[in-house]
Nanobody, 123 residues
Framework: QVQLVESGGGLVQAGGCLRLSCVASGRIFSITGMGWYRQAPGKERELVADITSGSTTNYADSAKGRFTISRDNAKNTVYLQMNSLKPEDTAVYYC?????????????????WGQGTQVTVSS
């Protein structure tokens, strides 16, 4: 079993900042990609940013220049620093991890999600 636990969400005024964290634990062999997604009410879940184990990053256009994704491979942790927040950033933010995970005595590829953390930006 693999668990992803997000933290750091909350209520902030427009222009403010938040730092999200996500820790993966459990039967992990290696995590290749980690990412942050978000889902606003009535909208589909969308990628915000992701990062490889080699620290190659990718950002949605809406996040470029304002958000920074980083990770600590030794701690299986990914962060999202969000600056200059806007009301349109309001959403539930989900952490995702892709990689190799133990299944019994075998290894298998997998993709796991956290339960999400609410980010609300007031105008």
């Amino acid at each position: 079993q693999v668990q992803l636990v997000e933290s750091g969400g909350g209520l902030v005024q427009a222009g403010g900042c938040l730092r999200l964290s996500c820790v993966a634990s459990g039967r992990i062999f290696s995590i290749t990609g980690m990412g942050w997604y978000r889902q606003a009410p009535g909208k589909e879940r969308e990628l915000v940013a992701d990062i490889t184990s080699g620290s190659t990053t990718n950002y949605a256009d809406s996040a470029k220049g304002r958000f920074t994704i980083s990770r600590d491979n030794a701690k299986n942790t990914v962060y999202l620093q969000m600056n200059s927040l806007k009301p349109e950033d309001t959403a539930v933010y989900y952490c995702n991890a892709d990689g190799l995970f133990y299944s019994g005595s075998s290894l298998r590829t997998g993709s796991y999600w956290g339960q999400g953390t609410q980010v609300t930006v007031s105008s």
